[in-house]
């Protein structure tokens, strides 16, 4: 897909891995369309793409909520055009062990409030914002992209059931997305990002962030740009669906 012209949709596009996206597909002559739950952010984010040259619209949605996600798709085909292409970002973090116990004694369990609040965002979010980008599509008659952010730890990670088991989702949503849009000329494919120099990892102490990009083969995390330039990939490549782009640095959990 030749991204000038494009109109690219990016859930969770106000800050982090979103905005990056949004900055290098901008870019490169696409038109993005932010998505987020944080108005003020968003309005943050729009000017910083404006100021790089870049025209951008923010919308306000919940990802979780489909009638919130059926609006916002309607405004961006009503102010800007139906869209080319969707990257699925949003995502949080509610990590817990599934129990935790001492000397036999269970002191704390993964509450279903912790399991559900990152099921609905990142696994919900995902089927609910890439079945209205895919119908918007279909009914423009245009070939389109929908690439969906996993991650490493969709094969499973200590502290995390709700968020493995919701990106081990996206991935079978992905490979599952790419047979059946197909004969419409939508692509989708997939990323899954190792560690990422973001917010979240800036807020950690620098010991354990030595740890983490030790473990890393490369020695180093990950930058938002890395993770960008897969999308584009992705993006740009007519001949790639279905499949999963792994950027960790040669990590493996």
Known sequence: MKLTGSIVAITGGARGL?????????????????????????????????????EARGFVVNVADEASVKQAFGDIAASLGPVNGLV??????RDGLLVKAKEGRVEKTLS????????????TGVFLCGREAAAQMIEAECQGVIVNISSISRAGNMGQSNYAAAKAGVVALTTTWARELARYGIRVGAVAPGFIETDMTASMRQD?????????????????????????FIMENDYFSGRVIECDGGLRL
């Open 18 to 54: 979103g905005l990056a996206m949004a900055h290098l597909l901008g870019s490169r002559g696409a038109t993005p369309a932010l998505l987020d739950v944080d108005a003020a952010s968003l309005d943050l984010a729009v000017t910083s793409l404006h100021g790089a040259g870049i």
């Open 88 to 93: 699925n970002n949003a995502g949080i973090l």
């Open 112 to 123: 279903l409030e912790q399991w559900q609040q990152v099921i609905d965002v990142n696994l």
């Open 208 to 232: 354990m962030l030595d740890k983490l990009a030790a473990g890393v083969p490369l020695g180093r995390l990950g930058q938002p740009a890395d993770i960008a330039e897969s999308v584009a």
